[in-house]
T-cell receptor
Framework: GQSLEQPSEVTAVEGAIVQINCTYQ??????LSWYQQHDGGAPTFLSY????GLEETGRFSSFLSRSDSYGYLLLQELQMKDSASYFC???????????FGQGTTLQVKP | DADVTQTPRNRITKTGKRIMLECSQT?????MYWYRQDPGLGLRLIYY???????NKGEISDGYSVSRQAQAKFSLSLESAIPNQTALYFC????????????FGPGTRLTVT
């Protein structure tokens, strides 16, 4: 089967950098995705890593280490609007499935 | 207009009632998905469809059924609703070969009393 683990909560201050970790177990690996969800809203796609290394998209970056079954989402120059839940997710290749972790709630304080 | 729409947005129903949640998309995607989200939990896949003729069960399909009426429409039915089906339901779409990037509707908040 597939499973993912993330911290349940992270707190940081405005302007700081925060890292949200994700470890996973899967028999077949097809990359790691990250989604953001504001309270009561729809999840929105942030990034995807298929290969080892860092992918940067503006203030957000995502890192993957396939040998360690580990990835993280890095948020820089935190803003109050970044307060949300962040989910890592495992795509299932040709099955089309996407298996989500339980999410990390980020609280950004002034 | 939103790319993925869901109706209704909120629904309260009684135990034993049949209810249908509808999803429409204008993204032209072949793949569509139904998820449920419970407080403090991630999203769990109920059913997914690769095209009109291809429907597959997800992690938690018991108690649910789906219908893919057209490429753009995918509906979820609860044949006999029970209280533990109270949850937030999301529809999503993705392009072929890109299930890692899914586009979600605004969600339907369902309460079963």
């Amino acid at each position: 089967g597939q499973s993912l683990e993330q911290p349940s909560e992270v707190t940081a201050v405005e302007g700081a950098i925060v890292q949200i970790n994700c470890t996973y177990q899967t028999s077949g690996f097809y990359g790691l995705s990250w989604y953001q969800q504001h309270d009561g809203g729809a999840p929105t796609f942030l990034s995807y890593n298929a290969l080892d290394g860092l992918e940067e998209t503006g203030r957000f970056s995502s890192f993957l280490s396939r040998s360690d079954s580990y990835g993280y989402l890095l948020l820089q120059e935190l803003q109050m609007k970044d307060s949300a839940s962040y989910f890592c997710a495992l795509p299932g290749g040709n099955t089309g499935k996407l298996i989500f972790g339980q999410g990390t709630t980020l609280q950004v304080k002034p | 207009d939103a790319d993925v729409t869901q109706t209704p947005r909120n629904r309260i129903t009684k135990t034993g009632k049949r209810i249908m949640l509808e999803c429409s998309q204008t993204k032209g995607h072949d793949r569509m998905y139904w998820y449920r989200q419970d407080p403090g939990l991630g999203l769990r896949l109920i059913y997914y469809s690769f095209d009109v003729k291809d429907i597959n069960k997800g992690e938690i399909s018991d108690g649910y059924s789906v219908s893919r009426q057209a490429q753009a429409k995918f509906s979820l039915s609860l044949e006999s609703a029970i209280p533990n089906q109270t949850a937030l339901y999301f529809c999503a779409t993705s392009g072929t070969g890109s299930s890692y990037e899914q586009y979600f509707g605004p969600g339907t908040r369902l309460t079963v009393t």
